[in-house]
């Protein structure tokens, strides 16, 4: 089987101010970098609102419609800011991560790839933040969970930033796990080891600034990698962020482009040995263009040795 790869003309559509780290040249850059790989490239569809109310109240999803600009942006908080296509291109995010799941899960495809933006993972319950509107990987899990009957749900957020918006939407859901590393002291400021959730299903795993591949290998083999096995997950949903690179001006864990190979990798043999290797990505951050494009081609190759 191939693995798919989702996205929409409509995630270009979502325009930031001159000058913000989140913006269309990130998604510009991914697609041309992913271009040549053989992939089962597929449409992302809207997301429908019955699957945003799943974890978003009808009152945020309301909020956020009636907030988008005929012309010129809206700031929805200090550095999240809407575009008059930003609406649809939420809407696509959180599609293609739905649509990602049904492929995998009905066999249509080995595993998936979401290139998409806005990203999703600071998205709360009521709240949009971080750049994000929507919690794209929450939503998906929960996906998995009530539409397809899955038991069990692992989410596995690499970001440098903590996901505070799938950890607020996922902590009292005993069916999922939500592991995330991400740099400690950094925004949001969330993440503590002692932040394990109503069912112990979070796992926060801080790494300090500089650590580097190394630390987050033995971080991922000692604290990760075991929990996953425990769980026994019948779906992984990555949350694909590429800004703890070296090259990020937004932070300073400093992964090469092969620590985020190794890690798909491994992640790659777990879902294997765990649930049959299936695997949803979608992306998160990143915003040093080159390593950006680099660091995604290598996840997404990775994602497609493994689905051969």
Not at 91 to 112: C, F, K, M, S
Not at 121 to 128: G, M
Not at 183 to 188: A, I, S, V
Request: charged share 20%; glycine share 8%.
């Amino acid at each position: 089987m191939k693995t798919a790869l989702l996205t929409h003309a409509d995630c270009l559509a979502h325009v930031t101010p001159t000058g913000h780290p989140e913006r269309v040249a990130r998604l510009e850059h991914i697609l041309h970098a992913l271009e040549p790989l053989a992939l089962e490239r597929v449409t992302a569809p809207l997301a429908a609102d019955d699957d945003l109310l799943r974890l978003h109240p009808v009152s945020y999803v309301d909020q956020i419609r009636s907030r988008s600009p005929a012309e010129g942006y809206a700031q929805i908080d200090g550095d999240t800011f809407m575009s008059p296509g930003s609406l649809e291109a939420a809407y696509r995010a959180a599609g293609a991560a739905l649509r990602a799941v049904d492929l995998v899960l009905t066999g249509e495809a080995g595993n998936a790839f979401c290139a998409i933006r806005p990203p999703g993972h600071h998205a709360e319950r009521d709240l949009a933040m971080g750049f994000c509107f929507f919690g794209n990987a929450a939503l998906a899990a929960k996906h998995a969970l009530d539409h397809h009957g899955l038991s069990r749900v692992a989410v596995v957020d690499f970001d440098v930033h903590h996901g505070n918006g799938t950890q607020e939407l996922l902590r009292d859901e005993r069916r999922a796990l939500v592991i995330s590393s991400h740099q400690m002291p950094l925004w949001p400021g969330s993440g503590r080891r002692d932040e394990t959730g109503f069912f112990d299903t979070l796992v926060n795993i801080p790494l300090n600034a500089g650590g580097g591949g190394a630390e987050m290998r033995d971080a991922y083999e000692q604290l990760a990698f075991p929990r996953l096995r425990d769980f026994k997950p019948e779906l992984i949903i990555i949350s694909a962020g590429f800004d703890a690179h070296q090259d990020d001006p937004l932070a300073g864990l400093n992964w090469a482009t092969a620590d985020f190979a190794w890690l798909t990798r491994e992640i790659c043999l777990l879902a294997a040995e765990l649930c049959e290797g299936r695997i949803v990505s979608t992306l998160e951050g990143g915003y040093d263009l080159n390593a950006l494009a680099a660091s995604t081609k290598a996840h997404v190759e990775e994602l497609i040795k493994a689905a051969q």
